[in-house]
């Protein structure tokens, strides 16, 4: 069982920039292909980035496309979500995401979740 913990967030201004980070407990080079999710008040949880563990093929949505800048050290079992030109609809609290396949990570078919961390825009 792979556990991630996120930190990161915080309060920025439209327009500025965030970084977030995701640690794995567990070995996440050795196959699980790592995401970023997130979920605004009232709304659904929406995929945001993901890739895949070879850090290969790189997948957003189109909402973040050319802003957000997914990346991972597979040495430091960490992933990144670098986050620029941010928006007031950017605000949600961001979950790091492990999974077995890519196609698992876009059906919401998660093998470890984190626990979340809190991203305010303020327009």
């Known amino acids: 069982q792979v556990q991630l913990v996120e930190s990161g967030g915080g309060l920025v201004q439209a327009g500025g920039s965030l970084r977030l980070s995701c640690a794995a407990s567990?070995?996440?080079?050795?196959?699980?292909?790592m995401g970023w999710f997130r979920q605004a008040p009232g709304k659904e949880r929406e995929f945001v980035a993901a890739i895949r563990w070879s850090g290969g093929s790189i997948y957003y949505a189109p909402s973040v496309e050319g802003r957000f800048t997914i990346s991972r050290d597979n040495a430091k079992d960490t992933v990144y979500l670098q986050m620029n030109s941010l928006k007031s609809e950017d605000t949600a609290v961001y979950y790091c995401?492990?999974?077995?396949?890519?196609?698992?990570?876009?059906?919401?078919?998660?093998?470890?979740w984190g626990q979340g961390t809190q991203v305010t825009v303020s327009s």
């Open positions: 995401a492990a999974a077995e396949s890519i196609a698992s990570m876009f059906r919401h078919d998660i093998h470890s």
């Open positions: 567990g070995r996440i080079g050795s196959g699980y292909h």
